[in-house]
């Protein structure tokens, strides 16, 4: 059986020899870019490889044109998730320690690149820790394989389609950062403050409890069918400050059982790259 959205500390640690299991430690932290590099080689799960999100699971910046972390091509996504030795037979787990916020790009990636074979772990590398489960220091890699991709470019919105769909009525466009960077008030993250014109406010910190673990399927599923209304969830559009933390409400439409959302990867730090682009601040219309 295939996991694809969410697993277990318990689980991964049954599988910890398992050479069609692949693991990847994904923590970051968007103040220090080297921080999530040294927490690896201190301690990691055993076995998992490192993937840094501005040098492995993002492109280089275009100033004036993209956002923060645009998507690297089909062709370098393929090349690295090979030399991480992942191919269709492989399941691969990905964490971080932020709930999933980080880890979330790469798990939206792997999807979008048609490999359904991956999953987040549930409670993280805290729980991870808390349980006393093994850990390993230094740097890992693992036997490369090869990745086929067979991309699904419907679960990629583009600014070109939001910007022609900006007056649609059947648009359902969700902002998952905090609330008050959602009005315009204390963002500290980009230059400009605000929203996308017609965008819901949806927090991404909802799909969780107090202990950074996703809630149960029924009560995201009532939390996301309220947010949706009659719009399909197969259609709605979920952005943060750049394409990252964005990929959790994803994760938790499916974890519901709601299916697979579509991502605008450019987020906000690509829409406010043109100052012609309408903005909004303020509370939700």
């Not at 699971?57 to 996504?77: D, F, K």
């Not at 070109?160 to 466009?173: A, G, I, K, V, Y």
């Not at 399927?217 to 309220?226: D, G, I, K, T, V």
Request: proline share 8%; charged share 20%; aromatic share 8%.
């Amino acid at each position: 059986m295939a996991f694809t959205t969410l697993i277990s500390s318990a689980e991964v640690a049954a599988h910890l020899d398992d050479p069609t299991w692949a693991v990847i430690d994904c923590r970051f932290a968007l103040t220090d870019a080297t921080k999530g590099r040294r927490d690896y080689l201190a301690a990691h799960i055993p076995g998992a490889v490192y993937a840094h999100l501005d040098e492995d699971l993002s492109a280089p910046v275009i100033p004036g044109v993209t956002g923060r972390h645009p998507l690297p091509s089909v062709e370098v996504c393929a090349e690295r998730f090979s030399a991480w030795g992942i191919d269709a037979q492989t399941q691969v787990v990905v964490y971080d320690d932020l709930s999933g916020m980080f880890a979330g790009r790469l798990w939206w990636m792997l999807r979008w690149l048609g490999h359904d074979a991956v999953a987040v772990l549930d409670g993280d590398w805290r729980l991870w820790q808390a349980e006393q489960r093994p850990v390993r220091a230094g740097a890992e890699a693992r036997p490369p394989r090869t990745f086929i991709p067979r991309p699904r470019p419907h679960l990629l919105a583009t600014v070109d389609e939001l910007l022609q769909r900006r007056t649609d009525p059947n648009l359902r466009l969700f902002d998952v950062r905090t609330a008050e960077r959602y009005r315009g008030e204390n963002e500290t993250i980009d230059p400009v403050a605000g929203h996308i014109p017609g965008a819901v406010s949806a927090p991404y910190t909802a799909n969780l409890d107090a202990d950074g673990r996703f809630l149960a399927p029924s009560e995201l599923r009532e939390h996301y069918e309220a947010l949706l209304g009659d719009a399909p969830p197969g259609e709605a559009i979920f952005y943060c400050g750049s394409g990252v933390s964005a990929v959790h409400d994803l994760i938790a439409l499916e974890v519901a059982g709601l299916g697979m959302g579509r991502l605008y990867v450019g987020s906000w730090s690509e829409w406010i790259a043109d100052p012609a682009r309408p903005l909004a601040t303020g509370p939700m219309p």
